[in-house]
């Protein structure tokens, strides 16, 4: 038999029936598989960085060919199967699935394919990431995963095993990915070659550690963000955002951030002030900056038709193009001309276009001072969401459309480093594997005003932390609906706020009854009546007492890639009983949240993990790990505890004095 297999340098080469694949090193304890039936090897950085140099060792056989590096061990036999090992106990990790074809590449035209892998399934597995989801589940074993941005649906093809190892689908296709009992497929509706990446690790954390270093790590978090953010949909003029702010500064009540939502421009695609509602911005930013608040502009990647900046555009190929048809990618109601207008997308794969946006926002807001950039819509969310007619700067829609959110971000994140700034942080509604270096912090999207939504939401943002993005949020009381005057209204909101001032970001936002002409209700710590307002000024207080501990963990993020808000699970893996609660979550190593996702509810049960006492922050009480409690949990407040080892640090926090414990 001929042989297959061959070396050339740290890669792995196997060979046979016009196909060619790759098994290369890529940082600690991990490799880089990519395979092709095309004459060449393509070098796509889709969210890959360079990786750090580390010794592997390779061999070839007649029957077998093995690589090593570290922890990870994988083989390719003669027929091509591919399996990954922990090296040090020999436990199968992850192996592909024999068909047909090891791996399926079906010609589409010219040099790409429809690309299928399967691997086989585990019982007892658990899988979690793969971005954001609806789906209210936490392991996420028996899904499919449409890997395809949506509002509300985030896609980052990474995933965190409990047998111990982590994989990215290193592929910006469209597609699915389905975890099934039978087997894991992972399909690519149109690609040049596949390409994935695996990890192993002894514990979760180490995992997200590779994937960080793989993928790049988040920012340090600015000091300003850990605070509290006012949104509305929406603040209409200067004149009413700023008595809004002076309200805040008169109660005394801290605000870090306070936002203009979308319609503050003159047109889709200008990317500036109407000078009719915001006659002063320099005067608008001086005064919040005295008040020590900073302001945050939503900045769409749309342009009307009618808009300035179009033509240009135009002309240099910086918008998106359509492969039938008109092309414009959205119908909207715009501020100017009146009605439905349509709308077309800025392209980000585009360097030129990615300069030619931040040129606009420099000259029209940056220059007033101001820093902090809310990226909406920015899937991007086209109707109807036909990929396979978009066509990129670098191709096909239904090739990399799912890269979008990330060169969008970067385009930011570039135009802010070279004005020399280092505090860089974008609220995006969408993301991809890599969004993390480029300070995107994602929040849910447009969701419901309903226990239901929050339910979901709890689990959502813990994936999206097993997703290696570090910095999430969501719309305190949801976005959609909820009337000020319903007592049920006020009553999710004060649990949801309770969540939040818990999560790594902390803003109110939604849509509120009664609202209108473009603009909801009141939406201010004071519009939900005595009761509520003085539970929310409450919790308020905490979470500026908590920012310095959070503040830690943010940089713990920056430097190791662990996330501050993550499941029990992750700090306790040796606990089997802590990887089935998909309720309850860490804040960072010391505190255990438990929020309150029904209504009516004043109790609920709470799992103390093993191996440590834990400290009730409401009574000060301590209590043995590795049980399950019932613990008291009155409107104004929700269960907390603390690790015991954390509790003189905490103790402060909660208005308690660890030292008489």
């Not at 029209?364 to 086209?382: F, H, Q, S, T």
Request: hydrophobic share 40%; proline share 6%; glycine share 8%.
């Amino acid at each position: 038999m001929p042989t297959r297999f061959s070396q050339q340098g740290q890669t792995l080469i196997w060979q046979r029936d016009g196909e060619t694949v790759w098994i290369q090193p890529w940082g600690a304890d991990s490799v880089r598989v990519r395979a092709t039936r095309s004459a060449e090897m393509r070098e796509t950085d889709w969210a890959l960085l360079p990786p750090a140099a580390v010794e592997v060792d390779i061999e070839l056989r007649d029957e077998e060919a093995s690589l090593r590096n570290g922890l990870l061990l994988v083989t390719i036999a003669h027929t091509g199967w591919i399996r990954f090992f922990n090296a040090e106990t020999g436990a199968v990790l992850l192996e592909e699935r024999p068909h047909l074809r090891v791996r399926d590449f079906v010609p589409l035209d010219g040099a790409r394919y429809r690309i299928e892998a399967r691997f086989n399934a585990y019982d007892g597995e658990r899988l979690y990431g793969l971005g954001q989801h609806q789906h209210g589940l936490l392991d996420q074993k028996g899904c499919v995963i449409e890997l395809m941005q949506e509002n509300t649906e985030v896609t980052i093809p990474f995933l965190v095993s409990g047998r111990g190892y982590g994989f990215l689908w290193h592929n910006p296709a469209v597609g699915r990915v389905e975890l099934a009992r039978n087997q894991t497929r992972w399909v690519a509706n149109r690609a040049a070659q596949l390409d994935y990446w695996v990890t192993a690790g002894n514990a979760p954390a180490e995992i997200l550690r590779h994937y960080a270093q793989a993928t790049g790590f988040s920012p340090d978090m600015p000091d300003w963000a850990t605070g509290f953010w006012q949104c509305k949909l929406r603040y209409s003029t200067q004149e009413e955002l700023l008595s809004v702010a002076r309200e805040y500064h008169r109660r005394k009540l801290p605000l870090s951030v306070i936002v203009i939502d979308y319609f503050h421009w003159t047109m889709m695609g200008d990317w500036k002030f109407d000078p009719t509602c915001w006659p002063d911005p320099q005067a608008m930013v001086d005064e919040l900056r005295v008040m020590g608040i900073e302001l945050m502009v939503s900045i769409w990647p749309t342009v009307n038709l009618n808009s300035e900046n179009y033509a240009a555009m135009e002309e240099r190929g910086y918008l998106l193009h359509n492969e039938r048809g008109l092309p414009v990618q959205m119908n909207f109601v715009d501020s100017y001309p009146e009605g439905r207008v349509c709308v077309r997308y800025y392209d980000p794969f585009h360097p030129g276009a990615r300069q030619f946006i931040w040129e606009r926002v420099r000259a029209n807001y940056y220059r007033y001072g101001i820093k902090v950039w809310w990226l909406d819509a920015c899937e991007p969310e086209m109707m109807p969401a036909h990929h396979d007619n978009v066509h990129y700067y670098l191709g096909n829609g239904e090739e990399v459309g799912n890269l979008y959110p990330r060169l969008h971000e970067q385009a930011f994140y570039d135009g802010m480093r070279a004005e020399g700034e280092t505090d860089i942080l974008t609220l995006c509604r969408s993301a991809w594997a890599g969004s993390q270096r480029y300070g995107a912090a994602v929040w849910s999207g447009d969701i419901a005003s309903t226990f239901d939504s929050l339910r979901r939401q709890v689990r959502a943002g813990l994936n999206m932390a097993m997703s290696g993005i570090p910095w999430w949020t969501t719309d305190i009381g949801g976005f959609h609906g909820g009337d000020v005057e319903s007592p049920d209204f006020r009553e999710l909101l004060v649990r949801w706020f309770q969540y939040a001032v818990f999560c790594p970001l902390c803003r109110l936002h939604g849509v509120r009854l009664p609202g209108g002409d473009k603009s909801g209700g009141p939406n201010e710590l004071w519009s939900f009546g005595e009761e509520a307002y003085a539970i929310l000024t409450e919790q308020l207080a905490l979470r500026e007492r908590l920012r310095p501990y959070l503040a830690v963990q943010m940089h713990c993020a920056h430097t190791t890639g662990l996330p501050p808000m993550r499941p029990l699970f992750v700090d306790f893996p040796a606990d089997p009983i802590a990887a089935e609660i998909d309720d309850q979550f860490m804040l960072g190593p010391d505190l255990l949240v438990a929020p309150i996702l029904d209504a009516d509810a004043r109790a609920r049960a709470v799992y103390l993990p093993a191996g440590t006492c834990w400290v009730d922050t409401h009574t000060g009480v301590a209590l043995a790990g590795g049980q399950c409690v019932t613990v008291d949990a009155p409107l104004a407040a929700i269960p907390v505890f603390v690790r015991e080892s954390g509790w003189e640090e905490l103790s402060v926090v909660f208005g308690q004095n660890g030292s008489d414990r």
